[in-house]
């Protein structure tokens, strides 16, 4: 039976997915507040983490520790790394790296991303969740979405020069502050993950505009995504 774990950053993220759970139950763990109950038939634990890895990697360990769940899902905002990603468009990851990880002055073979031991730089998302969330976005805004690389790191990007080196050193066609850390944590638990993302901004100079004009919509539209995604799975 699946058991999913769906967790976004800020209220704004998860607000609607908290309000469609049935047979609710609500605990409290780490500042967090966890609401248990069914999505579209399918059981969910939904959470706000809080901004930035370690909040992100923190909420991981609890949902598997204390509510077994058996697939994860960040659902959020993201700013656009590629100019064919638009304010609203998706972008559901095929794996995901951190933009801010550097050893490489210890040993110039850890690359930009990598963390010294793990045995991966990028943690790929389940290939079938991914998919599963591909069409869902497909069915819910048909031809904004695009499989792609999430680069997240504990920074608010919103510099041309920041936002492109970033391109050159993860290629990866969004970035935020949580999604990699989930993968992480669910790569060390081998649980299943996915992530789900809305542009909200280009991270570049204009997305001290655009970031609080577009979050709260963007973050809706991802949610109404990651519904289609808990009753896609109810079907499956
Ligand atoms: N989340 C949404 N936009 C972002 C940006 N530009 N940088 C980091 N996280 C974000």
Redesign the pocket.
């Given at each position: 039976m699946k058991k999913l774990g769906i967790i976004g950053a800020m209220d704004v993220e998860v607000q609607t997915l908290k309000d469609k759970l049935q047979d609710l139950q609500i605990t409290q763990k780490a500042g967090m507040v966890f609401f248990q109950g069914k999505l579209e038939n399918t059981p969910a634990v939904v959470v706000q983490c809080g901004v930035g890895k370690v909040n992100a990697a923190l909420c991981v360990q609890i949902l598997c520790d204390l509510f077994d769940v058996t697939h994860i899902v960040n659902t959020?905002?993201?700013?656009?790394l590629c100019n064919d990603l638009d304010i609203g468009d998706f972008v559901v990851s095929r794996d995901a790296m951190y933009h801010d990880f550097t050893c490489h002055i210890l040993n110039p073979a850890y690359c930009v991303g990598q963390v010294p031991g793990m045995d991966v730089l990028a943690y790929p998302a389940d290939k079938a969740l991914a998919e599963y969330a591909l069409e869902s976005a497909q069915l819910v805004y048909p031809g904004h979405a695009r499989m792609g690389r999430v680069a997240?790191?504990d920074?608010?990007?919103?510099a041309k020069e920041h936002?492109e080196q970033i391109i050159a050193d993860t290629q990866a066609i969004?970035?935020?502050?949580e999604g990699c850390a989930i993968a992480h944590a669910a790569w060390r638990n081998k649980i299943p993950f996915v992530i789900i993302?809305a542009?909200?901004?280009?991270?570049?100079g204009s997305?001290y505009v655009d970031?609080p004009t577009f979050?709260a919509a963007?973050a809706e539209r991802c949610a109404k995504v990651t519904q289609a995604l808990a009753k896609r799975l109810s079907d499956a």
């Open positions: 959020g905002v993201a700013g656009s997240s790191g920074q608010f990007v919103a936002k969004c970035t935020e502050m993302r542009i909200s901004d280009k991270a570049d997305a970031y979050e963007a």
